[in-house]
């Protein structure tokens, strides 16, 4: 099969140099050298994004050999995945060329993913310090001198608003933009089960790679909507989006981290690639994750790496304002009271740049949802001031809540007969599912003569 020229992108504070290792074994390989694209972007100007580095992107492919239509492969490491995504969703140029998120996914042919920041890293919001800046910030004097690359790093930041808004432009559209033909580009995401060594351990997280978490690198996300607004008896609150993308394989590779799976990549890994790279049809696509995700079960258990999820929460009013504080606790309902269970808000990090959003890493293991009788989700809202408030409908009347305070509000919804029975799972280990949910916001009090606005009589 004819080989198509390969575009290398890397991560975050890194260089194209990064990926000698990789340009070697392409080499070694049949890759003709004049084929292999080592991209280099900037990453630590304050005032860059990664929509502009996207942009970058694109003019340096119409200016290279790449030219504004030959195909190409893609190999991307951490950053490098959002940078093509958003390249993909076609928001760079499209103005100009309205259709143009459809062509660049017909050129790209597949596009491999080396432990990518898929949903960002918890590491992101550590570099937005000015620790980070010391340690991650520009050497080179000039106006760049020190700074960490605070918008890029923003968009990395756990349940970022970047991050969200991406995966509604590929993960959740109506049509395809990870199909099962080569009209579209054939994903695959490789991630290591290592972490850092002891030194740097100190400031990393369980269920990682040491910058990125398992559960954060994967395609095949969920969306649900939970709508507090609307009444029980009259149309269903939770809804599950549909998935258009095909299935996409994630493999998990035990002796590697964020670092190795760039610079010391096992055989073991550069077969996958290279067989990556050969994949052309629907029905190749199926064998290459029959073949290489045979052995996740196995890796998994010898690894005794413990069974993560991660939740991405954003909570909106009926004007589609953020809602910064609330608490979300997950349960079970017995003699219809509302039990949290414990092990659910152990990590729950809140996006600095909009507290409506939350991201929550799930131990699995320690939460043990397949061993509840029901499964509940339970809402606290608070305005902040006692004028306004959060109100909704709680899944059931006869459902007795803890007594709540005057300027806060609470709802529980059961799961299990809110989203179609037990056979639905809402915890599903090594993925990201994004929940979108709805409240209303009331001058208080909701009967009479409210207190933000009355006639005088």
């Not at 290489?292 to 258990?301: E, F, P, S």
């Amino acid at each position: 099969m004819p080989k198509h020229p390969i575009v290398l992108v890397h991560g975050y504070s890194d260089k194209g140099e990064s990926f000698k290792r990789w340009n070697d074994v392409l080499a070694q390989n049949g890759y003709d050298a004049t084929t292999i694209h080592l991209g280099n972007y900037v990453s630590l100007s304050n005032e860059i994004t990664i929509k502009d580095i996207a942009e970058g992107f694109d003019r340096a492919l119409r200016e290279s050999l790449l030219g504004d239509s030959r195909s190409f492969d893609a190999i991307v490491h951490s950053t490098g995945m959002l940078v093509v995504r958003e390249w993909l969703a076609g928001t760079t140029g499209a103005s100009e060329r309205p259709d143009l998120a459809k062509q660049r996914q017909g050129r790209l042919k597949r596009l491999i993913g080396l432990a990518p920041a898929t949903f960002g890293s918890p590491m992101a919001h550590k570099g937005r310090s000015w620790l980070g800046a010391i340690f991650k910030g520009g050497k080179e004097p000039g106006p760049d001198f020190m700074e960490a690359g605070d918008l890029v790093l923003a968009g990395l930041e756990l349940g970022s608003a970047y991050t969200w808004d991406l995966a509604h432009r590929d993960f959740l559209t109506d049509t395809a933009v990870y199909g099962s033909s080569a009209a579209t580009p054939f994903p695959f995401i490789l991630v290591g089960l290592k972490d850092y060594g002891w030194l740097k351990r100190t400031v990393t997280e369980p269920g990682t790679d040491g910058t990125v978490r398992w559960s954060g690198v994967g395609f095949n996300s969920r969306k649900v909507r939970i709508d507090l607004t609307v009444e029980p008896t009259r149309r269903k609150r939770i809804s599950i989006e549909p998935w258009k993308n095909v299935i996409v394989p994630q493999v998990f590779l035990p002796d590697l981290n964020h670092g190795t799976i760039l610079q010391k990549p096992s055989n073991t890994l550069i077969d996958m690639v290279l067989d990556a790279l050969q994949v052309s049809s629907s029905t190749g696509y199926e064998n290459w994750a029959k073949k290489h995700c045979a052995a996740n079960g196995a890796t998994l258990k010898a690894a005794r790496a413990k069974r993560w999820q991660q939740l991405v929460v954003h909570a909106t009013d009926e004007r589609s304002d953020g809602i910064a504080d609330y608490f979300i606790e997950v349960g079970t309902v017995v003699n219809q009271r509302f039990r949290p269970l414990k092990a659910f808000d152990l990590s729950v990090h809140a996006y600095s740049g909009d507290q409506s959003y939350r991201c929550f890493h799930v131990d699995l293991d320690k939460l043990e949802p397949e061993k509840q009788d029901t499964l509940a989700l339970r809402v606290i809202a608070s305005s902040g001031t006692e004028l306004v408030g959060y109100h909704g409908f709680n899944s059931s009347d006869d459902l007795t809540l803890p007594a709540r305070d005057k300027n806060k509000w609470d709802a529980v919804i059961q799961f299990d007969s809110a989203i179609g029975g037990k056979d639905v799972k809402f915890f599903f280990p090594y993925t990201t599912t994004l929940v979108e949910l709805r409240m209303n916001r009331e001058p208080m009090p909701l009967s009479g003569v409210n207190s933000v606005f009355w006639f005088k009589e």
